[in-house]
């Protein structure tokens, strides 16, 4: 099911069922104990971005990295003149 926002926004909802069986040889005695079902939910949100919104994330996440690697180098410096 598929519910669509407006904006560029939708929100998926999934839904699978699966059902496996195993049979026991003589290399996996056991093997049949893995038979069952399995069910998995999800909900996935999806929005548009623009070149511009993507080009001032990236901006903002190389401004953060530089200032964290900063921030170890002086950390790492300081320890050195211990």
């Given at each position: 099911m598929v519910l669509k926002e407006g904006g560029g926004f939708s929100t998926s909802v999934n839904y699978s069922w699966s059902k496996f069986?195993?049979?026991?040889?003589?290399?996996?005695?056991?093997?049949?104990?893995?038979?069952?079902?399995?069910?998995?939910?999800?909900?996935?949100?999806?929005?548009?971005?623009?070149?511009?919104d993507i080009n001032q994330f990236a901006q903002s996440l190389v401004a953060v990295l530089n200032a964290a690697a900063a921030q170890q180098q002086t950390s790492c410096s300081q320890a050195e003149s211990i």
């Open positions: 069986h195993f049979m026991n040889s003589d290399l996996f005695v056991n093997n049949s104990d893995r038979t069952g079902f399995d069910n998995l939910v999800g909900i996935t949100q999806s929005f548009t971005l623009s070149n511009t």
